[in-house]
């Protein structure tokens, strides 16, 4: 039995396979990028991995956080920390929109997922289609590159 069958005996909940599959790799992206945000950050401040991975629990807003604290004591001789730092900061809002969104059937009886920032608006401010998923995985692999090539510069000094 391979993975896809496995999958469609396991659930019920409609899905279109491209769709899940676009996600699963968005996911992927994120999580492979945010390690190494955490390998930047052991370069950074000695042990942190080890911490991250054995004893803290940290969100991506709290590994965020640690970040900033790191970079506010840091920007001034350590030149490209803050782009690093503005990247990971703008894509957690991405991805927090992507992982807090809801199924939906779009126009064309897609099952989609959306975001709603204010609970207020009568309509949804930001479907996830299949070209939005694939614009944030680009960006999340652009920030990777910028984030991988700073790393490798960190380590060599």
């Not at 590994?63 to 990247?87: E, H, M, Y």
């Not at 894509?91 to 929109?97: P, S």
């Not at 289609?129 to 700073?150: H, K, N, P």
Request: proline content about 2%; hydrophobic content about 40%.
């Amino acid at each position: 039995m391979n993975e896809k069958d496995i999958c469609r005996i396991a659930v019920r909940i409609p899905f279109a396979e491209d769709y899940v599959t676009l996600l699963g790799c968005a996911i992927y992206c994120f999580n492979y990028y945010e390690s190494c945000i955490v390998d930047i950050l052991s370069i950074l401040d000695k042990g942190f991995r080890q911490k991250y991975y054995r004893e803290l629990s940290l969100t991506s807003g709290n590994l965020n956080k640690k970040f900033a604290k790191i970079q506010n004591a840091q920007i001034a001789t350590i030149p490209g920390l803050d782009r690093c730092f503005s990247d990971f900061s703008e894509i957690i809002e991405e991805r927090n929109r992507l992982i807090h969104s809801h199924p939906v059937t779009d126009v064309v009886e897609n099952q989609i997922l959306n975001y709603q920032a204010d609970i207020k608006k009568s309509v949804h401010d930001f479907k996830w289609g299949r070209e939005q998923i694939r614009d944030f995985t680009m960006c999340v692999d652009e920030c990777l590159i910028r984030a991988s090539d700073f790393k490798v510069l960190r380590m060599s000094c």
